[in-house]
């Protein structure tokens, strides 16, 4: 049986129960999917309580549930419905929940119908409920205060990437003789590891090896008489005799919820909307005399999604990013464009076939396409076929970054160009060219693109300038696209125009280059087989601008590093790699975007306000990892080392 794969189809027994073909057992107990529910985890984990000591606690900000085996959504909706009753409940409610084999919609639908679920949970769960595709999915509800992260993969390898304090466990995964990985010790070790002081656990198994090995991972476990007609559950408690493993640093007490944004690009205007959300009040300072100019001053923003045969974190953060950009509310409400990755040969359409293959990816999400396929998808002839992933898109960037400026608690001040920007008492200074103070906040967000480096006085943040250009041709001259083409070129329908290109160089002139309209046009005939020539007769040169990336072309969001404290830790930090790099307090970074602003903008809008807060994270740590500015300190200190 595959680690991750989607659930075959259900089937329903005689009394209407539920069964899973895979494992050969009930989801649910016959005797009351809601009363197991509310009896053995809620109450096992003795949540109202635990609530009610959170509610006179002025930290107790958040509680956070970590399930294994999501199965129909039993438990997460009534620990819902438990929460809703509570008279002081946390702030915020966090349930995360890992699933190997998640069921497909229309299927969860039926079990939940069946089972007499809350009509409104039912429907805003399925309207979130997302493709069978690996990795966290966030689904909110009450208004965010409720956020519900479903982790679709095998729990022994995505666990451990879970950065988070759990406050409490759900174990609900199919007998342990049927489903013995979902009650491997290493997997409950980890479990431990992610447990904050005192926290509860309950599931409705007592298998001895399921007792010992939850002993092992520093839990006191009671037996206790089962629901249903069972004769035994286990419920425990979190104290281990020995000290465990660092948890996530609980949240900062900010002076004041108010942030400086550098910049009012996508980068800015998305990640000023993310903290405003929260009830932070948010200034954003451009330099320019309005929002969207420099990088993020094109007609067309786009999905550029990556994928990879091995799904590199690079895939694997496209795709996140592409979620959190369609649950955006600022997002244009409107049918995608649809992108397809045109087949430069035969040879690269076989290599997509085996990909697909390998990964497994619902046809909802990635599917191939044949040239005949291709072209009716595309609107115009296409020599070959491609790759056709229907749920990304390109549209005006300024649909999502009017929504993103217009919301309650930012304030856009253009013509502000931040020449330093200095810690101060309530946090962050910034100061404008002649000394006179533009803002001050108790955090501060650099979402200037190539000037962040600067402000960061960073010497590991190096950034690559790359010159862009796009072509504008005539519609009636190509065809009558429909959709994004990428592939040796790029192509999208902007009205009557087609939008081709863009280059991808290190010029530094921003003066529009016919050369550049002939290559651009050039690519896009081998791509979709045209005549460039008879094209760049009337092509009008298209929009200019500097796009800046990293030297490892990942995105740079998160807190940014304290390079002095680092240099002076140096010989303790390449002692050992396992030690922290020391952090700039209240400094955050969404920069070196390249050509992914639109994706990169939604995961820093979602992401840095998670930090900043001190929320369970939603993504893997390998893929924290791989966006934290502060991966390139060792590096720089090595080098700095052998010199």
């Known amino acids: 049986m595959p680690a991750f794969a989607p659930h075959p189809p259900l089937v329903f027994d005689e009394s209407g129960t539920p069964l899973s073909t895979l494992y050969g057992d009930v989801f649910r107990s016959r005797a009351g999917a809601w009363e197991e529910a509310r009896a053995v985890f809620v109450e096992g984990c003795a949540l109202p309580q635990r609530w009610d000591e959170l509610a006179r606690d002025p930290s107790g900000a958040s509680f956070t549930v970590l399930e294994l085996g999501f199965g129909l959504g039993v438990n997460f909706l009534a620990t819902l419905q438990a929460w809703r009753e509570r008279s002081g409940p946390p702030a915020r409610l966090h349930f995360f929940s890992v699933e190997a084999h998640p069921l497909g919609r229309h299927d969860l639908r039926r079990a939940l119908d069946v089972l007499r ?94 007792r010992e090995a939850l002993a092992g991972a520093g839990f006191e476990v009671e037996r206790v008489p089962g629901h249903g007609g069972k004769r035994h559950r286990l419920r425990a408690r979190h104290a281990p005799r020995w000290r465990g493993a660092r948890l996530p640093e609980p949240p900062p007490q900010w002076p004041a919820r108010t942030a400086l944004v550098i910049g009012a690009g996508l980068a800015g205007a ?204 005539a519609r009636e001259r190509i065809g009558a696209l429909r959709t994004v083409l ?63 990336a990293s030297a490892d072309r990942m995105p740079v969001i998160g807190q940014l590093p304290d390079e002095p404290a680092a240099l002076h830790d140096a010989p303790a930090l390449l002692r050992n790699d396992r030690l922290p790099v020391p952090r700039a307090a209240g400094l955050y970074g969404a920069f070196a975007f390249g050509s992914r602003g639109l994706l990169w903008s939604a995961l820093a809008a979602g992401l840095l306000p998670a930090l900043v807060e001190g929320d369970p994270m939603p993504l893997e740590a390998d893929l924290l990892r791989a966006v934290d500015p502060a991966r390139f300190v060792k590096r720089m200190l090595r080098r700095r080392a052998a010199t």
């Not at 966290?136 to 982790?151: I, P, S």
Request: charged letters at 20%.
């Open 486 to 548: 990428s592939g040796s070129a790029y192509a999208a329908p902007l009205g009557d125009w087609i939008l081709a290109g863009a280059s991808y160089d290190d010029g530094e002139s921003l003066e529009p280059s016919r050369e550049v309209d002939a290559a651009n046009l050039r690519r896009l005939a081998r791509m979709i087989a045209g005549d460039a020539a008879s094209w760049l007769e009337g092509a009008r040169s298209g929009p200019v601008g500097h796009r800046f």
């Open 117 to 210: 679920a809350p009509p409104a949970d039912v429907q805003r769960l399925l309207a979130g409920w997302p493709a069978a595709l690996p990795g966290m999915h966030r689904v909110a509800f009450e208004a965010d205060a409720v956020t519900l992260t479903l982790c679709f993969g095998d729990a022994l390898a995505l666990v451990p990437k879970l950065r988070l304090g759990a406050d409490a466990f759900f174990l609900d995964g199919f007998a342990p003789a049927r489903n013995p990985r979902m009650w491997d010790p290493a997997l409950l070790r980890a479990l431990g590891r992610l447990a904050r002081p005192g926290a509860t656990l309950a599931t409705w198994s007592a298998a001895g090896a399921v």
């Open 270 to 473: 998305a990640t000023a909307a993310g903290f405003a959300r929260r009830g932070w009040q948010v200034t954003v300072l451009e330099a320019a005399g309005g929002p969207l100019r420099g990088g993020s001053a094109q007609p067309l923003c786009a999905d550029h999604l990556h994928l990879s045969p091995d799904d590199n974190p690079l895939a694997r953060l496209s795709r996140a990013a592409l979620e959190w950009r369609l649950s955006d509310p600022a997002m244009p409400v409107r049918a995608a464009l649809g992108k397809l990755l045109v087949d430069a040969d035969e040879r690269e359409a076989a290599s997509r076939a085996t990909m697909l293959e390998r990964l497994g990816f619902p046809e909802s999400f990635a599917r191939q396409l044949t040239p005949a396929e291709a072209s009716d998808a595309a609107g115009l002839p296409l020599p070959r076929g491609g790759l056709w992933l229907p749920g990304c898109d390109a549209f005006d960037p300024t649909l999502p970054a009017s929504g993103w400026l217009a919301t309650p608690g930012v304030v856009l001040r253009t013509g502000s160009p931040v020449a330093s920007l200095e810690p101060a008492p309530c946090g962050w200074l910034a100061r404008g060219p002649d000394g006179r103070v533009l803002g001050e906040a108790a955090i501060a967000i650099l979402a200037n693109a190539g000037d962040a480096v600067r402000l960061a006085a960073s010497g590991s943040l190096a950034m690559r300038r790359i010159r862009g250009q796009g072509t504008l041709v």
